[in-house]
């Protein structure tokens, strides 16, 4: 449960990002956050929210690439912002967070997008994730 309220907040921050009204220092001194927020996710919480914050921000051309190849009949400018800020960070899972199995990261996906997303979101979170881990899969097969 802690890591998924510490994804909350790195979605929090790339959607903020991406609505251009928080820089990245300002996003990961987490100064925007509530208190109750930060309190509830404490310090391991915080780092874990960090990490994915400034490593999708610093691979955020690549993730970029990895989504378009895998949208349908759709381009990433048309994407709504919090679809973008979820598959953001769930595509920067499943490229360098490889001790956290792609089945978690697309299920928690799911669930922010559900909560945070128009009605059908999750059903176009999860197809894009799970053609992205197919993908990913068949490349590493491939090594």
Do not use: C
């Amino acid at each position: 449960m802690a890591r998924r309220k510490s994804r909350i907040l790195a979605f929090q921050a790339l959607y903020a990002w991406d609505s251009g009204t928080k820089d990245e220092k300002t996003l990961l001194d987490f100064s925007w956050a509530s208190e109750a927020q930060l309190e509830r996710i404490g310090e391991d919480g915080k780092t874990f929210a960090r990490l994915i914050i400034g490593g999708t921000l610093e691979a955020i051309d690549r993730i970029d690439a990895v989504i378009s190849r895998h949208l349908v009949n759709w381009e990433i400018g048309r994407l709504n912002k919090v679809d973008l800020a979820v598959l953001r960070m769930s595509v920067y899972s499943l490229l360098f967070q490889k001790d956290i199995h792609p089945s978690i990261v697309i299920n928690e996906a799911v669930d922010i997008s559900r909560e945070y997303g128009s009605d059908d979101a999750f059903r176009f979170v999860n197809g894009v994730l799970a053609s992205v881990k197919s993908t990913l899969e068949t490349e590493n097969r491939k090594l």
